[in-house]
């Protein structure tokens, strides 16, 4: 397990090497100069070439990488260009409403698309699978921004039950803190529970056909021992699999439902950060996700392992 | 465990799901107490330091709020006393400022002409980095006569120079905070700096002190940043903001002023909308081109089509809000043949094609520039629309003059000058114009530095540089009861010092 882990920590290493010179290479080659995004269009052109050379923008590509890289490895990941605050600072800022929107869009996803699966599959092609299939169906092709702005429309505009967006804060108490992700969270979760019910459903399904699910019926098991023990712990590990990678795409997703709902999370920070050309905000942020995923994925894999005990890690 | 188990359970589950729906209802806010104000805009300050950025985001919530200069530019567009109570000049070339007594910063300290000369010696300061060191071009010296005595004296006479001391770059600010303007900016201004929080609002509060007595009216004032139009117009509708000004396009009017619950004010900018034509690229070095193209186009259509109707149509650069301003908006008018005659003249009679860049970001210039490629269309000229990014907007077409044809909004206020700079991005190069304008600056009389604006607004139809197409309306969406916002905006600021909710 000890080698395991230090093949997967330098899988990681390299992973972050690789996606940090990507990033870095494709935001340069963009067209667009980020001193006059910075200056506008009614600053004077001296002032936007001041800014530039002050940015150390003029240097090689390769130079200002090094520079960067050196930096990045004591753990100073720059100071942004547009709020001139250390990129660090800035995305620890953000954190308290993007990882509690993450993790509330995950606890959706998994509180209702396993019962909502594993009923599918018991009901295999009757009326309660098909509907339940349906609105699966609808889950998916629903893009998450307009379902979240249905959903301001009907709880915030008419019923006026919570906020249309913004974020409470954590320091007014943890109800109004929920509350103000409740909404943004349940329209980012509600893709992947729809695509999470179907994985589910088939990895159930699946299971239900094998001798040994039989063998316990024929045992007289009682239905509920059945589903919970013999088959769902055995159709775990597909569903981990793709709840895991969702867990990355929810991160993903949180980029324009926090533009929706006026959240001050990472996603707005990254989207606001692209437009302006905030070099090393981007970078840091797109370095931050990629561990996070990373480590997602990671944790998956070790899951496995408690899931199924004859899964070896060497 | 039973399935009649399982089913207790979700009765449990469904129970507690309603208990926290009703807790939301008891929990939900009651109506905001008068006198505060929550405001949409929908980008935040890149910092607030009006020293160190153009951003009008940063104007709009610091610029006459939390800080002031020396004069203001009032809601009519009239330079008047301000931080200094009269000003005096007897050749135009010294002027002396009297403070007005008793002005406080917020951090308590009194103003002093001292600070005055800090700022602007700081302002003309090549290491300050300042975005418009040009307005403080003509000034050699500062002298400060006593505490509440400054005199400027200038290079030479200036026509602009009291106006470019009510401008946002302008303000003044005691010394001792200058290192933290960024984040936490004071001045002598009817709001003080409460929070920012970053990605989320900024807070001002009431300046207890502040030196125009019964003002400010309101207690309270948070700026959300919502930067999605339908977002901004869902939290207008919930009640969570109590005015828009700059979220909402005019798509949203119609709908918005059949709601009583709201009221839709609209009025004048500076911000021209200007089809640019690059005077440096062949065909558009060609005069008659130029003015084929003017003539090609359909203005009060293209309002019509891309703006819901709302917009002035304009003639010339100068805005219906300058003083100086003709009305040529029946100069040039649609006429395609007369375009389709021009084009034959000037060696095109089957038109020519074009390439119309355009950054989503502002989607009046989209929805303009589909309305105009239509009617060029009709005189010959085929235009392609291509749409890029806005900040590869800032450097191919604006920075390097990499295009054919755009169209933008130009919001500075008296930016005519940009026309005898022939480096400017419409790379408009003519001595007659630059002689007139160069005259115009050093002509302090008004009669005569209006006999000379008139002049070079009739030289610019003529030449037809670029086709000046509307203004774009201010347009503020608020709660009904609202009083004292600016229905016109003669240069950009979001005064909230008269601002109040009615009784």
Redesign the interface.
Known sequence: VRRYIARRAAAFVATLFFVSVLVFVVVRV?????A?????????????A??RE?LGLNRPIAVQYGEWLGRALRGDLGVSL????PVGR?IL??LP?TIPLTLMAAAFMLTAALPLGLYAARRHRRAGDYLAMLVSQIGIAVPGFWAG?LL??LF??RL????????A?WSSGL??GV?SLLLPAFALGLFQTAVLVRATRSSVLDVLREDYVRTARAKGVGE?SVLGKHTLRNAMIPIATVAGLQLGQLMAGAIILE???????IG??VL?AI???DLPLVQGVTLFVASTIVLINFVVDLLYGVLDPRIRYD | ???SG?RQRARTAAGLALAA?V???V??PAAAPSPNLVLQVTT?P??LDLTA????ATAGVIFYNVQECLVKVDRHGKIVPWLADRWHTSDDRNYTFFLKRGVRFHNGRELRAADVKYVFDRAMNPET??????YYSAISDIIVKDDYTVTFTLKSTTASFLLNMARQGSVIYPREAVDTL?SEPIGTGPFKLAEW?????IVLVKNPDYHVKGLPKLDRVTY?????A??AL??L????IDVSMVGLGPEHVPELQKDSRFQVTLGETTNDVILSMNNSRKPYTDRRVRRAVTYGINKPEVVKGAMFGLGRVLGTNVDPLNPYFVDMAGAMPYDPAKAKKLLAEAGYPNGFEAVLRVSP?YQYSVRSGEVIAAQLQKIGVKVKIEQI????W???V??DAEYDLTI?GH??AWDIGNYANP?YYFRYDNADFQKLFKESETTVDDRARRALYVKMQQKLVEDAPVVWLYVYPRLVVTKKGLQGVWKDLPLFVNDLSEVAWAK
């Open positions: 963009l067209p667009g100069d980020p006059l995004v910075i200056i506008g269009a009614e600053g004077s052109p001296e002032a936007a001041r800014l002050a547009q709020y001139d605050v800035l800022s953000r409403v702005l301001i429309l915030s505009v006026g039950w919570v906020e249309s967006g913004g974020f804060g109800w109004p509350r509920l533009s929706v709902f006026a959240l001050p999370g707005r920070l606001g437009t302006a050309r | 465990l039973s399935i399982l729906l807790l939301a209802l929990a939900a935040e890149p910092g950025t153009p951003a009008s980095k300042h975005p418009y060191p040009g960024k929080v970053r990605g989320d609002r959300r940043f919502i930067t999605d339908n977002a869902a939290a509708k919930a009640g969570d970001q990014e806005w900040s590869q800032l450097s191919r604006w920075k933008i919001a500075e480096k």
